[in-house]
């Protein structure tokens, strides 16, 4: 299944070489991939937006709040189970079984008190990530299947981060504006009737049509190197491309990620109230970072990922310096504030749009994999690059506290230069080389 040497690069493998689906529309697919990613951020956004404040508002401390993040933890665990979805049953079964413990979670949540009943909330909270974090797998390997060619991996990965935002918003927005109205019980209830729905979707989703013969074979591979688990991790590295892909998705969001955590608190201290902040860095923002989403799903479909990965970067570049640029103003001024405004929506539109050709990059580095690993290598991958954002997250603030923001800003800049001259030379002679001539069938 593996191609031959001199197309190690990270190249989008000949649907020939894919495993045998049945014929669905592309219609088909991003519907069925775009309402499973949906669901999926349903938990991030519960926790990251709707539960600090309703928590808050009940009476709890910003302490016990604070430490609702350690139950994020299942998503940086999940690739140790990843072989275990990989090598037993099929995707519809993990599918159908996660989305409808997650409907059963929510009922669960429906009958308790968060006024008086933290740990039940966190308890909640801990199974609806275990379940998430184990749906995302099977969904990712279904969706390594299912996507064929670079303009179907971009859209289908554009239906990924956009169908997840969606469901954060959805989460943290859309049931933080009814949950006084409804109440917590009523807001759970509805959650539950729609895991369950989407469950009966995935259920009789054709697109996963023809899976039971393939799962047969994996079995009966998997059931050998169940108690040998090193021979995964061999094959997860043998795989052309990853050790490229790896050192990338740890290293391309750390400048960016830093700027994006940071700059609003500048804008925050000399130019803007929390309002104005609130609107412009959470719902403007947000909409723009969708748009690049898209837009990145859009582009793959006309131009080789290589060049679009090469450009952009270089773009990315120049925008940080603008808002590197903008840190030695400190006098207030409508001007200041419509620059600021500008920075931020052109960073959120570049970071979508960086986020998708990564993702797309990270599934066809994980289409060479061997069939049966091909979900764990996907899930490993994306736990690396979350391990990158979140690590460099949490280290910005330290940073900016001990130096100051001009000079943690140049780190910023400093970071976001690295990843696109490496990018630039993966172009050149590495792992993006043959993709900067390969157009998208």
Known sequence: MKPAYKDHELKVQPTALLPSLPPSTMNDKLVFLGLLYFIQGIPYGLQSSLLPVYLRGAGHSLTRISLTKVLYFPWVLKVLWAPLVDRTGTKRCWLVATVAGLALTCLASATVAPESQYAAVAGSLLAMNVLASVQDIAVDGAAVRLLRGQGELGLGNTAQVVGYKAGSVFAGGGLLAVIDVAGWGWMFTLLACVYGGVALFVWGAPVLDGELGRAQGETRRGSRDAVRPWRVWRKLMDVPGTPWTMLYVLTYKLGEQGAITMFPLFLLDHHMTARELGMWNGVVAMAFSICGSSAGGFLLSRYSIGLLMRRVFVIRTISMVFQCSLLTVLEPSPLMKGMSVLSLSVQHFIAGLITTLTFTAMMNCTQRAEESIQATHYSFL?????????????????????????????????????SALHVWRATETGALKEQLKEQPQ
Do not use: N, Q, Y
């Open 382 to 418: 994306a736990t690396l690059e979350v391990l990158g954002k979140l690590s460099f997250s949490a280290l910005a603030g330290g940073m900016v506290d001990t130096v100051g923001f001009p000079i943690a800003f140049l780190l910023f800049l400093f970071l976001t230069s690295s």
